[in-house]
């Protein structure tokens, strides 16, 4: 969902209220604050949160906070749909970014060739059990899996490559 210029107070709300999970991508950025510069955790992409509800819970929160957009895409039939994300996808995107003090690159759906890549599963450390796409990053030295989400967004982190088993 979106919450245009408004996602702390988004969170500070789904935080008191019962049967909503949410997430916000954050990262760690120095900003200044007073006068004085401050490392303070930032969302990624302004505006975006993800709810894991059911739509009448969705629709209930509505009724009292009406400033939560759903993000919705053009299927093949030229009609309106809710972007969904599965479980497992979410999940996996979770635990990459949730490691805040990662040297994590974030990209756009556009800003990367996927098709290239090779699917693989992360084994062991940080990660263990993540599934992603392997790839070379331009401008990286070190190897790289990219975690995609839906078509919303992508992440990606350096993993040692003895780490990394090919799924076929």
């Known amino acids: 969902m979106r919450a245009y210029k408004c996602e702390g107070r988004a969170e500070e709300l789904l935080k008191r209220y019962d049967g909503l999970e949410y997430f916000i991508p954050k990262r760690y950025a120095v900003q200044v604050y007073h006068g004085r510069k401050v490392r303070r955790l930032v969302p990624i992409i302004p505006s975006l949160l993800f709810i894991h509800a059911s739509q009448a819970q969705i629709i209930e929160f509505k009724k009292s906070y009406n400033f939560l957009q759903y993000m919705m895409y053009q299927n093949t039939q ?69 975690v995609m989400l839906g078509g919303v967004m992508a992440a990606s982190v350096e993993v040692e490559p003895d780490l990394i088993e090919v799924i076929q």
Not at 90 to 112: A, G, L, R, T
Not at 118 to 130: A, E, P
Request: hydrophobic letters at 40%; aromatic letters at 14%.
């Open 78 to 146: 030229k009609q309106w749909e809710y972007i969904t994300v599965p479980d497992t996808q979410m999940q996996d995107f979770i635990k990459v970014v949730s490691q805040y003090e990662e040297n994590i690159v974030f990209f756009k759906p556009e800003e990367i060739n996927l098709e290239k890549g090779t699917r693989v599963r992360i084994i062991g450390g940080k990660f263990d059990g993540v599934e992603a796409t392997f790839l070379k990053v331009k401008g990286f030295r070190k190897r790289r899996v990219v």
